[in-house]
Each structure stands twice: as C-alpha cells, then as structure tokens.
C-alpha cells in the first residue's frame, strides 16, 4: 500500500492517500513480481538528498525533500514481501526515525499520520541544526552499507526475453499463441499444462517445458478420441499409439494422423526417457510445434462438424 500525505496550507496533515497497487512492480503473477527499474531510481533520487543535507538550510527549502524521502522509505519499510531485506527495511526505519525528529511540530503526532504538522509551517526560520543534520547523514550511511550487504542475498532476477515471447507473456498468459478456438475449447487441464510450459520456457527449464507442451497436447488429442468416438481407451491402453489410431479409424485427416505420429516418434518418445534433454531451440521448437498442432485438432473437429467434448 502506498501512502502519501495530503498537507493543507496550514501545514498540517489533512489525510492520507492510499493506493493499492505497489510502485516497485508492474505486474504481479502468483507469485512472480516484476520490478520497475524505474522505481529503484525514483527511490535513490528521493533519498540521496539526505545524504547531503546541509547543515543550516531552511527547513521550508528542503521540506519538500524531507516528505518525498519520508513517503517512499515509509513504502520501502512497510513493503510485504516484494524485497525481502529485512535488515535494509530496518536501516530505513532509522532514517524515518531521524527525519521525524526534525519533521514534525511538537504541538502535533511526531511521525507521518493525520493531524501532524510540518515544522516549517510554525517556524518558517527553523533550520536543520548540526545534530538533526549528522543524525540524518549517520542513518543514510548506515542504509547504504547494510543495503550493499543484504542485496547480495536478495532473491531478485532477470528473466531474458525467449525468440519472439516475451516473458511477461510466457509467464502471464501463454495459452494466446494458441487459437482463438482453442483457448475457448480444449480441457482447463490442457490450458494449465501449456501456461505452465510457457513458465518453463521463460524461467530456462527447456526440458520441463516440453514435457508439459506435450502433455497439453496430448490432452486434446484425448479430447478428439472422445469426442469422435464417444468413448476413450480402456484405461490400460490409453497412450498415444492407441490414441491415433483410433483417431484413424474414426474420420481423421491423413495429415492430422501424420503430425500426431511424428510427435509421438520424434519428440514424445524420446522425452520420456532421463537420457534426453532439450536445449532453448528445442524447447522453443516444441511449444510451437504442440501449440500449432492443438489449433489444428480443434480446428479438424469444427470442419468436421463436432462439437468437442466436456472433460470426462
């Protein structure tokens, strides 16, 4: 929650606006977070004033200063998990500590809430003395060091950009590289084996990633046999051999058949044993390759007039 004071003409805190939304990241899935670099540099520009705060100034000439530091390291302290650095957050709390001792009027709340008042408003000559001054630059020392020190520890990546997918898309929402159709077809078994081959593919766990492109691929594949069958395989004799040939023999195209077959020879088979792995061009060329043949069954079973089967 991001919260920023409203100060009135009097000086006084009038409220305090809340936004929901974190400004250290832009977009928020599960449990991956992207972070806006921008965010970062907008956090230095606000606090590296305090560093060279003069000794002397006017307080209303760098009380803007003052309140902008405040709110992002009142944001930074409060965050929920987004930087686990807890002894930085705690070096920050020193710093809001610092500044409130300077900040604030007596007559009111000595810290960022509802009814405090800015000192330079009662004292527009009140200047920052020598100890406020040294106390402030102690506190931001402190935070640089031990910031330097927990960064090193901080589990924060960067993913790089897969061929054409970006990875925001990889992560968040795969399944658009499927059809229109397709995405409002197949099984939701099939759409969460492709949205977690898509993570895969973005995270560089090439291997994982085809096993789940072809485990969503293989879900549609069952969704056709029930679907121009009425019925699937007796349990013991559901794999892809008697998929496709009951799919043979009950109106499928000769090149649908023959796609399923080079999957299951070249790609499917192989996988299944430890000994094969699959590098970044592999993964990429498999994902698209069981995305295009998902379009293409569904699309097979509309041509044919078939409306495709409810999950089982």
């Not at 006084?12 to 400004?23: D, M, Q, S």
């Not at 897969?162 to 929402?173: E, F, G, Q, V």
């Not at 795969?174 to 084996?193: G, I, M, Q, T, Y």
């Not at 699959?278 to 699309?299: H, K, T």
Request: charged share 20%; proline share 5%; with cysteine.
């Amino acid at each position: 929650m991001v919260v920023t004071p409203l100060i009135g003409c009097d000086g006084v805190i009038v409220a305090l606006t809340e936004t929901p939304t974190p400004l250290w990241f832009s977009v928020e899935i599960g449990d991956v977070k992207r972070i806006s670099s921008y965010w970062l540099y907008d956090f230095g520009s606000a606090v590296y004033p305090l560093k060279v705060l003069p000794i002397g100034a006017l307080l209303r000439i760098v009380g803007l200063d003052l309140v902008r530091a405040r709110v992002v390291l009142h944001v930074f302290v409060n965050d929920a998990g987004t930087f686990p650095l807890a002894a930085t957050k705690r070096a920050a709390l020193n710093i809001c500590k610092a500044l409130d001792a300077i900040m604030w009027d007596k007559s009111g709340p000595q810290t960022m809430e509802v009814g405090s008042i800015v000192a330079w408003a009662k004292d527009p000559e009140r200047m920052v003395g020598q100890a406020e001054a040294d106390g402030i630059h102690s506190a931001v020392q402190r935070f640089e060091a031990v910031f330097d020190i927990d960064s090193g520890d901080a589990e924060i990546w960067a993913v790089k950009q897969i061929a054409l997918y970006a990875s925001r898309k990889l992560i968040d929402a795969p399944e658009e590289a499927l059809s229109e159709d397709a995405r409002k077809l197949v099984w939701e078994n099939a759409l969460s084996d492709f949205r977690e081959a898509g993570s895969c593919l973005a995270f560089g766990r090439f291997t994982a990633s085809g096993y789940h492109s072809l485990r969503c691929l293989e879900s549609v594949i069952k969704q056709y046999v029930l679907t121009s069958t009425g019925k699937l395989p007796a349990h013991n004799r559901q794999n892809w051999g008697e998929y496709i040939d009951q799919l043979n023999n009950s109106g499928a195209s000769p090149a649908t058949v023959g796609t399923l077959r080079n999957v299951k020879d070249n790609h499917r088979n192989p996988l299944m044993h430890p000994e094969d792995v699959l590098d970044e061009r592999e993964a990429i060329s498999l994902f698209q390759l069981c995305g295009i043949s998902i379009g293409e069954l569904v699309d097979e079973m509309l041509t044919r007039g078939l409306t495709p089967a409810k999950h089982p």
